[in-house]
């Protein structure tokens, strides 16, 4: 009998058959071990960390790519992790800017420069302290200008962007710098034009803005050589306040007459002759 | 009882003895087959998914792909030679497309030989049963690892037709030197897809399994030789081919590819790359996480840089007497001089070309990154350029070369002598850079300082520790090659510094950016006095220490510095174009001066700018003439060499020098 078990095992390996049938049932419930599954491990280990590291890239791509603004973009890259976004984002960011934080930034004219050449391709922008690095690259990634946008500039325009849903109090360096419009103006008109130019700059951008100014505020704070000034604009039953930087030396004499005046509610005979252009 | 009855008795109690051990033998190996099993590994379905691990490939600046890592070069078996597959059933399981798994017959057999033949042990192991060894178990010898690899091989047999089998079994075959699976082999040994194999190719890879090490054919080519004969033996003896066929075929001469040609020839540069996306990514992630990896690497200058590095090097061995033939090169490494090339695109500091020894087969040692070598003279123009910075004198201005002696604090005093021992008088700083005269340079590292000298080399991108001494302006601190090209480079542009890289960009599998390089650059030196040290190393180039760059006929517009370390240990020469920069290095490892047969030194000028100009010859071949960028504050006289006052175009010492903005002639007598 045994001679027989063992010549049909020869001849029809049924043993083998069985056993691995058998083992082929059992497939499902046995661990993955082995030097084919620890190589599947570290790849499936290596997968989900590149996934990990996609997932961040994108998240912040996608928040960059949505952004309207500076400030929105230096909240979102960290060291180590910046972003690349088309030339075309950066010119419109560019745009947003009320143009004397444009001008710190670069100037148009270069800015007109470096598209007018053709090369400018995209954008790069890495954190740099509490500021933002921005390179503008050509299509090898070649870095045809760098820009530093320090966090002083970005201070400033995070207050310039949220200014327009606050009133003047709402915007605490005003607090006891708040004058009405007509006093300001009355204020402004005392001085020479020169004068005028360096405590506001850029008057043509307020007159765009629709509705009328109702009062104005002077901040407490210069910023590199700049004193804010906040004008509260009444559009029907909205009120904005528009920012514009004055130069710090202007601002500051327009404030001490402001302040005189309330105290005095006398002004000078001749401020002309009084306050002279640098 | 009758004899008849007392043999039927004890027959019948042999029988059930016998029947008693076997159901016992039986419940043994039964209860051995619940143990194994209870840890015995899952088989993944399919099989071909032991084949899926995404590769990450590295591709040159050209697009062309360089180096697959991980992953399996996997085809199918019609992408097969049919002389290797019946080369690989004839000698390792000629009777697979009839068992299940295990063949019987040849196990008794081998088991037999095993037994009772003293120190002889067989193998017996199927095809499928290798299978699942090399997916699923150690090498450990155990009975109980036998036991459930042959378990595994059973249930491969049950689950997946024998097409599957083979062909998951030839994709994963370690051949040695490497290469996994036949397509890899075929590619390592011979530069050939799998199916173009021939039957003496198929039969010699067919018999390297058995042990890749032993039967290595770069390393032992005639027992491979003799393992590919015992394959066609086998392969007659099994009726696959004829004994005529077997003959023809081991009469073959077999055409191995140049050992580790297989493999890349930029293997110097790509253990950098992988260095760095070691330290980025971490090691899983680079060889199981199918990154794609463009890098700088320009084949085309990399082969060039081989080739002239080989070619010096042969010129080399013959000048210091050490040549031999390639069988005698092999064994002997450390008896030759070494060398390292590294080119760098200046405007942007993409490393283009690296070789970083005589041969990454024989050494992986990365001259060209790893080694810090003293630069001798070829440090001197970081000296040049700290003078001109912050001393009041220009390449006209007149210092006398002779004897010195300069006082060190705490120290001797320092001695420093010209090269040739000879001393030449008064001269202009142009020619003494031109011809390197030490004497000079000591005299001005005394007057600048040598943390002036330290300062404008890390500005330039040296990186390695620089000892504050006055015989740093020498050169006796070492550096990389890399260092030194990079560092050059920033001449070349004008004194805007880019730091060299390898990666431009890396993406994961599914073409997904990871990170791109920003090539920016940065100003590190004054571009008018930059250019005025790249006129000074355009006249070392032209009729100075390096001219021997243009006896070899290298004539586009070109500067550089050679040198040579004390008693000859070191010998450098890194030049540039506007375009490229080229820094190359020869020396012993061991640190043993390069004298040839006639005990004459083999410096700079002898040891590595030929090896400089054939390189640079062959990258810019076919490239017009463009001149260095002129600043707007250099203007050009023409000087006497020796008294640096005015001359005449057509005076025979004149020299042409590069002034900046406000510098002027001096009065005849006048000197440093």
Known sequence: ?278 | MTFGARFIRRLSSIFYLALVLAGGGALAVLALFFIAVRELPRVPEPLSRIIETPPTEIFAATGERVMVIGGREAIPLSRVSPHFIQAVMATEDHRFWEHHGVDKLRTLKALWVTLFTPGEVQGASTITQQLAKNLFFSYQRTYMRKFRELLVALQIEAQYDKGAIVEAYVNQIPFGVGAHGIEQAAQSFFGKSAAALTLAEASLLAGLPKSPTRYNPYLHFDRAKNRQRVVLARMVAVGAISAREAQDAAGQALHLQPRGAGTCTGSYFLDVVLKELEERYGPEVVYHGGLKVMTTLDPQLQSWAVESVQNGLIKLDALLGVAGSEGERLDSVDTRPQVALVAVETNCGAVKAMVGGRAYSETEYNRAVQNNRLPGSGFKPFLYYAVFEKLAVSPATVAVDQKIKIPVVGAADWQPKNFEGTYDGPMILKRALMESVNSVAAQLVERVGPDAVIEVARRCGIKSPLTPVYSVALGTSGVSPLEMASAFATFATGGIRHEPFFIRRVEDPLGRILEEHIVGGKRALDAGVAYQLVDMMQGVVNTGTGAIVRRMGFDLPAAGKTGTSDDYHDAWFTGFTPNLCASVWVGYDRGVGMRDTADRGIGGARGAAPIWAEFMIHATDGEPPREFTIPSDIRFENVDAVTGRAAGQWSPQAVRVALREGQQLKGEGETF
């Open chain 1, 1 to 278: 009998m045994i001679s027989t078990v063992f010549i049909l095992e020869l001849r029809f390996d049924w043993i083998e058959r069985a056993v691995g049938a058998y083992l082929v049932t059992t497939n499902a419930v046995r661990p993955e071990s082995g030097a084919i599954w620890e190589q599947g491990k570290q790849t499936v280990a290596a997968r989900q960390t590149l996934e990990q590291i996609v997932a961040d890239r994108q998240a912040i791509q996608r928040e960059a790519r949505g952004a309207t603004t500076f400030n929105q973009i230096a909240a979102n890259v960290t060291p180590g992790q910046g972003v690349m976004l088309s030339a075309d984002h950066f010119r419109n960011l560019y745009l947003n800017l009320p143009p004397e934080a444009g001008r710190e930034i670069i100037s148009a004219y270069e800015l007109l420069r470096l598209a007018s050449q053709g090369h400018w391709r995209r954008s790069y922008f890495e954190k740099a302290g509490d500021g933002l690095m921005v390179y503008l690259l050509d299509a090898g990634n070649r870095v045809l200008r760098q820009l530093k946008i320090t966090s002083d500039v970005l201070l400033n325009l995070e207050r310039q962007q949220l200014a327009p849903v606050e009133t003047l109090e709402g915007l605490a360096y005003f607090e006891n710098r708040i004058y009405t419009a007509a006093h300001f103006f009355e204020a402004l008109e005392a001085f020479p034009e020169e004068v005028r130019r360096n405590m506001l700059p850029n008057p043509e951008s307020l007159l765009q803005v629709p509705g009328d100014i109702v009062r104005v505020g002077i901040s407490d704070e210069a910023v590199s050589g700049f004193i804010e000034l906040g004008f509260e604009i009444v559009d029907g039953s909205r009120r904005k306040v528009i920012l514009i930087k004055g130069h710090e030396w202007a601002v500051w004499r327009l404030r001490t007459y402001l302040e005189g005046k309330k105290r005095n509610a006398e002004a000078p005979a001749d401020p002309a002759k009084k306050w002279t252009s640098p």
